[in-house]
Nanobody, 122 residues
Framework: VQLQASGGGLVQAGGSPRLSCAASARTFSNYAVGWFRQAPGKEREFVAAISRSGGSTYYADSVKGRFTISRNNAERTVYLQMNSLKPEDTAAYYC????????????????WGQGTQITVSS
């Protein structure tokens, strides 16, 4: 599975960009997908995850209520709608896919996109 993340850029605090993660697999609906982020000098951290059908989602406390993960299996794409951005959301954002159930652990994911940078200016 190849994943292509896009939608990053320079955003003002309070902005609402949407990240996309496009997958190559025709069986994309068999994969749970997670978003992770990594800021300079910090470890990669979990942001959000969505089940194969899209019926279940899970969020890190730091983004709960501000970010929304969704997916369109027909288009083989997962989205991360980001609202009310804060400077501390600045990071490279990665999408990842796992053939199975969703997880908050990055070690559970077998396939990773290249990352897209979000920089939030105050």
């Amino acid at each position: 599975v190849q994943l292509q993340a896009s939608g990053g850029g320079l955003v003002q605090a309070g902005g609402s960009p949407r990240l996309s993660c496009a997958a190559s697999a025709r069986t994309f609906s068999n994969y749970a997908v997670g978003w992770f982020r990594q800021a300079p000098g910090k470890e990669r951290e979990f942001v959000a995850a969505i089940s194969r059908s899209g019926g279940s989602t899970y969020y890190a406390d730091s983004v709960k209520g501000r970010f929304t993960i969704s997916r369109n299996n027909a288009e083989r794409t997962v989205y991360l709608q980001m609202n009310s951005l804060k400077p501390e959301d600045t990071a490279a954002y990665y999408c990842a896919a796992d053939f199975g159930i969703m997880s908050t652990r990055h070690s559970s994911y077998d396939y990773w996109g290249q990352g897209t940078q979000i920089t939030v200016s105050s």
